[in-house]
């Protein structure tokens, strides 16, 4: 049984005379069932910090007049244009509304100011293919389908798929804050692209690690000590560009030879070993750091100023300095970036023990064993990146670097 929502029962208004044909909604607005069909009339209150706040006359007037402007084309089953004046949720107020919740998220560090500004560009997608005045609740698939090939003017398939995905959440958020009554039907030309095309698209795009010989020519061609040690505790760990622009000095402990420090992506522990190279490298990058700005105080590597080496884009200053390295080396590749290691380290990481690589980048686990398992052993997790320290300098000995 639907429990009844006490809220609503509190500050609802009544009717303002006997006949009136309208019925308050818990979102706000006069309503009335027409051919099956909730119809909205106007509002008769605003939610203002997660409570309704009744408007002046509850609004019963302008939502009459707008009812009597209406009623027999929706009688007649006549569509009315998705472009209206009336007070129901448009495309601009529910990408104003988003926002600023995933702005406030951001705001508290739930969310990257990267990941803010995706949002944000995918609201300036809807606005530009629906216009500001579309009403959310009036678009249908033929809609979707529009915005699907708009989409696809400028993304491949992954891309493609995280801006659907993005997309839906501005409606998913609309009715779960019941701004709308019912979740919007998409149709069928909304989907995301299908498994077989994404595999046939990373097919396309062959393989985007390092071979042994390149991996090492790049770790001796750094052109500082920071970069070098950025580079081998990538290769070490899988760590991306964001995660070792992000880690502090808390969470490496050189004098035995470890890192603890979560993966900043999703919150997941993350622990693992150094490489003999990897821990002089980050003694060599210690011993050069700049003095900090204040609130960079804990993170270990910085730049010359003092300032992070992490930026809220997708060309930040790692990206850009490893990028000119490969091009140094004629090694440049579109696919193969920093990012790269992180493939490398995955990929042979896993051939000795697959949990403890996943544990080691900070995957989210996803199958069942994971909620039971407690911990990793540090015996699994060495034996992961010893296996990658021998793949990538074929049991050379120690090295110096």
């Given at each position: 049984m639907t429990k009844p929502n006490t809220a609503f029962q509190k500050t609802k208004?009544?009717?303002p005379f006997k006949d009136f044909p309208l019925t308050p909604h818990p979102s706000g607005k006069w309503c009335k069932s027409i051919r099956g069909k909730l119809r909205y009339f106007g509002r008769w209150g605003h939610r203002v910090n997660g409570k309704m706040i009744r408007v002046e006359n509850d609004g019963w007037r302008e939502a009459l007049e707008l009812y009597e402007e209406r009623k027999d084309k929706h009688y007649a089953g006549l569509p009315i244009s998705k472009n209206t004046d009336d007070d129901a949720l448009t495309i601009a107020s529910?990408?104003?509304?988003?926002?600023?919740?995933?702005?406030?998220?951001?705001?508290n560090d739930e969310l990257t100011l990267?990941?803010?500004?995706?949002?944000y560009a995918a609201a300036e997608r809807l606005i530009r293919v629906f216009g500001n005045r579309a009403v959310v609740e009036n678009l249908n698939g033929p809609d979707f389908e529009k915005l699907r090939a708009?989409?696809?003017?400028?993304?491949?398939?992954?891309?493609?798929?995280?801006?659907?995905?993005?997309?839906?959440?501005?409606?998913?958020?609309?009715?779960?804050?019941?701004?709308?009554?019912?979740?919007?039907?998409?149709?069928v030309g909304f989907d995301p692209p299908s498994r077989k095309t994404l595999r046939i698209e990373s097919g396309k795009k062959g393989v985007r690690m390092?071979?042994?010989?390149?991996?090492?020519?790049?770790?001796?061609a750094a052109p500082t000590v920071t970069l070098k040690a950025m580079i081998l505790i990538g290769a070490n760990s899988g760590m991306g560009n964001s995660d070792i622009g992000r880690l502090t000095l808390s969470a490496v402990n050189l004098e035995k030879g470890w890192v603890n420090f979560p993966r900043q992506k999703t919150g997941t522990e993350r622990r693992f070993p150094l490489w003999p190279e990897t821990a002089e490298a980050l003694r060599a990058s210690l011993a050069t750091r700049p003095k900090p700005l204040r609130k960079n105080a804990d993170l270990f590597f910085l730049r010359p100023t003092g300032?992070?080496?992490?930026?809220e884009t997708a060309n930040g200053p790692l990206s850009m300095e490893f990028r000119d390295l490969l091009k140094s080396l004629g090694l440049y590749e579109k696919g193969r970036?920093?990012?790269?290691?992180?493939?490398?380290?995955?990929?042979?990481?896993?051939?000795?023990?697959?949990?403890?690589?996943?544990?080691?980048?900070?995957?989210?686990p996803a199958d069942m064993a994971s909620?039971?398992?407690?911990?990793?052993s540090d015996e699994r997790l060495k034996k992961v990146t010893d296996h990658v320290h021998d793949w990538l300098f074929e049991n050379m000995a120690c090295r110096n670097f």
């Open positions: 208004p009544p009717k529910l990408c104003n509304q988003f926002l600023t919740w995933k702005k406030t998220r951001q705001l990267r990941t803010w500004k995706t949002y708009d989409i696809t003017k400028t993304n491949k398939g992954i891309a493609t798929k995280n801006e659907i995905i993005r997309i839906r959440s501005f409606f998913n958020f609309a009715y779960k804050s019941e701004l709308i009554e019912k979740p919007i039907r998409y149709g390092f071979s042994p010989d390149e991996l090492r020519s790049i770790i001796d300032s992070s080496w992490t930026r970036t920093f990012y790269s290691l992180r493939r490398g380290f995955q990929t042979i990481g896993e051939e000795a023990e697959p949990i403890a690589t996943s544990h080691i980048m900070g995957h989210i909620v039971y398992r407690q911990s990793i």
